[in-house]
């Protein structure tokens, strides 16, 4: 069960929702009573989640997208608007890592992480400022990472990719706050799901030691986060990073 906050009749768009923690983000926001568009590259998994959301009683729908193509997220803004019939809540989630020392990293890794974890939130935003000025609550809830605040080795494009959505999140709180648009980040620390389980066992085992909680993430401890800054409490919040990590990089 997720916390007793009512998002009913609020559309939301959220992206990389065909797995891990954007799935359960999609999830949450339905169980909280929202209608939402699913977006990934998957379309049999965004189909699958899709159809969970609409045993909710709510609306759903897939859309398949490259969120690093600008046109493509054109397209699944335009088309999430009209099958809703509006849109409330943003929340960027797709990312992808591509690891490796500064020193070994091919642009093609730069640039494709750059694309996915940084250009995509920016297209999304640019893409659905309209008809979220139009809402009367509009939420932008933004997917980071504690690498974005610490960095970390071997991730020096996810670090920059992450610090960079930090940044773009506060410029977008300044911009949109006059107009009633709250727009926040999350980031999370280790949470349990395939991006995660990419990393080295051996890693992981010593990073777990470092989190006081002694203990990974659940994908449901980052979407109870993002509900709760979507919902109707968290109205005075904006330009905020809220950490998910156990207290990892505190
Ligand atoms: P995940 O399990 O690998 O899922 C990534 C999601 O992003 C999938 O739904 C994937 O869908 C989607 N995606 C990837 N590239 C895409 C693209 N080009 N276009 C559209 N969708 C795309 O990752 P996760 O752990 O849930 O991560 C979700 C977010 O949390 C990411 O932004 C990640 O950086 C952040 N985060 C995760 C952790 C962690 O420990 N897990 C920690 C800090 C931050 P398709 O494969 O269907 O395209």
Known sequence: MSLSIDLSG?????????????????????????DVAC??????LLEEV??????????AVALQCDVGVPAQVDAAVEKAVAELGGLDILVNNAGVTKDNLLIRMKEEEWDRVIDVDLKGPWAFMKAASRPLLRSKCARIVNISSVAGLMGNAGQGNYSAAKAGLIALTKTAAREYGGRGICVNAVAPGFIETDMARAVDPKVLEAAKETIPFKRFGRPREVADAVVFLAGDTARYITGHVLVVDGGLAM
Do not use: F, Q, W, Y
């Open 39 to 44: 977006v990934a590259t998957n379309l049999p």
């Open 50 to 59: 899709c159809a969970k959301i609409r045993a909710l009683g709510r609306k």
């Open 10 to 34: 609020r559309k939301a768009l959220v992206t990389g929702a065909s797995r891990g923690i954007g799935r359960e983000i999609a999830l949450a926001l339905a169980e909280a009573g929202a």
